[in-house]
T-cell receptor, first 113, second 108 residues
Framework: ETGVTQTPRHLVMGMTNKKSLKCEQHLGHNAMYWYKQSAKKPLELMFVYNFKEQTENNSVPSRFSPECPNSSHLFLHLHTLQPEDSALYLC????????????FGEGSRLTVL | AQRVTQPEKLLSVFKGAPVELKCNYSYSGSPELFWYVQYSRQRLQLLLRHISRESIKGFTADLNKGETSFHLKKPFAQEEDSAMYYCALGATGNQFYFGTGTSLTVIP
């Protein structure tokens, strides 16, 4: 499979649950990103990883915990979320020092009850 | 701080009419600007980037550093252009910041 793949596509969780979102890219890129997309808000950059190293944490609450075990995989671990965290979470990848093009997954729709 | 502003949330034009989607940015460094598009039920994808100065699907965008703008233009809108359009700013460290998006509807 090519491109950027995100699982699960939909997730419903309670505020006390622990869950994880997964992102996988088969493009040979070395930069990966998590974005949050909420209604009526711009895409919010959450985390950036370059060569598996986190280079940006855009003031994201600690209840969101990213993990990048290798350049092809990115996780977002979720714990004790709030209802306002309900959103579409997009993963993207790019080639470091490349053309700057981001390749996006289809997103994981998260609902926190 | 970096910021991208798209003042129009919704834009409707008739088929064959010119269309312009506005984008303004603020950034202290040398900006890299992009337009991304999301068609219905598809993922977000790159439409064009300012450094390539190319025309994609009839769309062009010129970076105006004096006005800090990167407006997207097309002389004759087509129905298939109906989509959500996002302006994005590339900053150092592979960071990309997006505007709120403009939903374009082309009326047949």
């Amino acid at each position: 499979e090519t491109g950027v793949t995100q699982t699960p596509r939909h997730l419903v969780m309670g505020m006390t649950n622990k869950k994880s979102l997964k992102c996988e890219q088969h493009l040979g890129h070395n930069a990966m990103y998590w974005y949050k997309q909420s209604a009526k808000k711009p895409l919010e950059l959450m985390f950036v990883y370059n060569f598996k190293e986190q280079t940006e944490n855009n003031s994201v609450p600690s209840r969101f915990s990213p993990e990048c075990p290798n350049s092809s995989h990115l996780f977002l671990h979720l714990h004790t979320l709030q209802p306002e965290d309900s959103a579409l979470y997009l993963c993207a990848s790019s080639q470091d020092r490349g053309t700057g093009e981001l390749f996006f997954g289809e997103g994981s729709r998260l609902t926190v009850l | 701080a970096q910021r991208v502003t798209q003042p129009e949330k919704l834009l409707s034009v008739f088929k064959g009419a010119p269309v312009e989607l506005k984008c303004n940015y603020s950034y202290s460094g040398s900006p890299e600007l992009f337009w991304y598009v999301q068609y219905s039920r598809q993922r977000l994808q790159l439409l064009l980037r300012h450094i390539s100065r190319e025309s994609i699907k009839g769309f062009t965008a010129d970076l105006n550093k004096g006005e800090t703008s990167f407006h997207l233009k097309k002389p004759f809108a087509q129905e298939e252009d109906s989509a959500m359009y996002y302006c994005a700013l590339g900053a150092t460290g592979n960071q990309f910041y997006f505007g709120t998006g403009t939903s374009l509807t082309v009326i047949p």
